[in-house]
């Protein structure tokens, strides 16, 4: 079994900063690429940003600039440190694992139960 935790999530006040953690935990080999997703009230889930075992990143245009991926490979975790939010940035943050190699020869996709960022003064 491989399960996702986040962590780190809670309330800010607009242009302020928190960091979202999430690690993996499981009889993991390996995982391709891990990311950030969200969704706000009333809207369909949207990537947020995402990151391989590589180090390429790639991040939605909404977030460009304030919000950083990051991932300790060692360790299957993942982190977005999201600085300058906005009130638009409210909602359940889910992490995800992407082709993420267990000795049965499978590969999985994974999600975190989410972290809710509430973005208000």
């Known amino acids: 079994q491989v399960q996702l935790v986040e962590s780190g999530g809670g309330l800010v006040q607009p242009g302020g900063s928190l960091r979202l953690s999430c690690a993996a935990s499981?009889?993991?080999?390996?995982?391709?690429?891990m990311g950030w997703y969200r969704q706000a009230p009333g809207k369909q889930r949207e990537l947020v940003a995402t990151?391989?075992?590589?180090?390429?990143?790639t991040y939605a245009d909404s977030v460009k600039g304030r919000f950083t991926i990051s991932r300790d490979n060692a360790k299957n975790e993942v982190y977005l440190q999201m600085n300058s939010l906005k009130p638009e940035d409210t909602a359940v943050y889910y992490c995800?694992?992407?082709?993420?190699?267990?000795?049965?020869?499978?590969?999985?996709?994974?999600w975190g139960q989410g972290t809710l960022v509430t973005v208000s003064s």
């Open positions: 995800n694992a992407a082709d993420v190699k267990v000795p049965t020869f499978r590969y999985l996709d994974v």
């Open positions: 499981g009889r993991i080999l390996s995982i391709n690429a």
């Open positions: 990151i391989t075992s590589g180090g390429s990143t």
